[in-house]
């Protein structure tokens, strides 16, 4: 099961083409559920929020729910240098995305202080105030950056907190500690994201895997 993420990640693909390659994997805005395969897992990278805006020159949310190849004439070098290096990728990609990607970090200082205000549950309109832009422009800049937008951002956070604590207490408990109104908020976001109810998940009842070599590759 691979859970909903916010996160863009730069994956080396060994088993793909015959080739290493790199290929990009995208936010994820629901559960994904696949039958592996049993060929080699990939090493990964993740990006900032401001290296995928600057490294792609287009939006994240182009990416939302993707997994592509990276069109970079600097993809195939980067990929045989990450192959010789798969336990250090920072080593391999960390100089090429300071010099590809310059204004990363003021555009990651940007986005950390809206999701660290969007995670705490605080409405749009008041992050927006916060950071002194207007809700609009909070929207379509997290957006382009994230690949989700500022509220669907919030729900699968709130949703990784709830999976990373199941188990641990009753469902209201994680409801609450989550962020939610009540329980059955829970359940209507916890279905919309990973397919089932929350009970059904704990008991191991999960949507029936596909196959997905393309992911498996990646």
Known sequence: ???????????LSVCHSGSPELMVLGPRTRALYYEPKGGPLAPRFRLTAGQARALFGAPVSEFTDQVVPFLSPDAGQLAH??????LDPAAVLGPYLATAAPA?????R???????????????AVVADDLGVSER??????AA??????KHYAR??????????????????????AGYYDQSHLGREFRQLMGVSPAAFAAGHTPAPRHCSTLEAA
């Open 104 to 108: 990363a970090d003021r555009e990651t």
């Open 81 to 86: 240098r990450w192959t010789d290096a798969p």
């Open 1 to 11: 099961m691979h859970a909903p993420t916010t996160t863009t990640e730069l994956a």
């Open 137 to 142: 422009h909070l929207r379509n800049r997290f």
């Open 156 to 177: 699968i956070q709130r949703i990784r907190r709830v999976l990373g604590d199941i188990g641990s207490a009753p469902f209201a408990q994680l409801a609450a500690q």
């Open 145 to 150: 950056a994230v690949g989700v937008s500022p």
């Open 110 to 124: 940007w986005v950390d202080a809206a999701a660290a205000r969007l995670s705490t549950g605080s409405p749009i």
